[in-house]
């Protein structure tokens, strides 16, 4: 046992060259715990706040100064002393002291850079790899090791490239049983064929910002998963068996709430959302679908069952804007059956134990819980891997190129290694 000697943040930059911060925590016994948080491009509107300074000098208001120092005093004063083995206690105390329901005074981005670096501080203390640390501490019993598989985004649009497509992302979804780097290794062929595939059709190979292609030019919106069936047939893998495709539509970001209709601007089209869901219907029998998310938007939950129902169990319905990673509205997705599956952004949330009780309420329920990176500025931090691990998420969604993503891919395959050399 080690108490928290002292928190200190600083200014970072994020991956979409604005700022973001890093927080270092020391305990009494010299063991020490680093984090760096990220934030999206297309956040939900229920999302913790991430707390910019606003200050249009700096940054055009993206500085971070005021969270920092939010740190750096009143984070600081709290929770210096306490056991930095008490992670639900000092994450409960930091929620208190900010006292509202989105983290709006403390600020989201804060509290979870001082909630993850605390977290590494103490696996520092007991020697142990965070992945096994996180089961330790939320007492997560023996369940067996069953690593995440990629799911890579290959291909996006929406507010990640200048809506080049309508839907945000096209990804690929490692299947079968291969070993965690054999699926990496799969992953990368089949990113080098679609872009042999895009080269072909005289679309651009430059990326959007998760390092994914961001062509202008695609015919449609269901054009891309063609593309990924044929990259991945190309590779020499079998599509619906060893890889399927992913869609994460964000359909937050082309719902209209006013006329409470989709507006699909490649396509010229206005959809209610019985069409939308008769729009894709035809997908989900013709495609090797692995997953799809947020096909709704997250202000059209009475429609999102339907959704469910359209699937009919066929692979899972994730929610991501709908219930960002905050666990009274995942129960409640449970519940009314509007999703299967959730993916976990830990800056949604706020705090790595809020994030924990999403993925072990997954579990609880037997469900899929999706850890993922974000789109607006991610950090090379890779806590993401270990927390997958650590609950055996079926999935981790990461990005194919840039160095913010692959650390993440470097990351899971390192702690493979480490599991077989235990063995
Ligand atoms: P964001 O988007 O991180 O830019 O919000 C990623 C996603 O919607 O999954
Ligand atoms: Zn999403």
Redesign the pocket.
Known sequence: MSKIKNIYAREILASGGAPSLEVTVTLESGSIGEASV???????SKEATVLLDGDKARYGGKGMLNAINNINTTIKSALVGMEAVEQRVIDNKMIEIDGTINKAVLGGNAMLGVSLAVCRAQADEEKMPLYKYLRKVYGIGEIGWKLPKPMIVMIEGG??ADETTDL??FMVGAMGNKTASENVRMEMEIYDALKKILKAEKLSTNVG??GAFAPNGIASNEKPMEYLVAAITNAGYIPGVDAGVGI?A?ASEFYNEETKKYELKLEGKELTSEELIAYYKPWIEKYPIATM??MLSEFDWDNWPKMVEAINGKFPLIA??LTVTNVKLWAKAIEIKAATAI?I?LNQAGTLTETMDCCLLANEHNLLSMP?????GETNDTFLVDLAVAVNSAYI?VGPTRGERVCKYNRLMRIEEELRNEQ
């Open positions: 990220s934030y999206g491009a297309s956040a939900g507010k990640h945000q992302e910002n998760e994460d964000a998310e947020d991501d804007d993916l952004k993922s990176h974000r789109g607006g969604k």
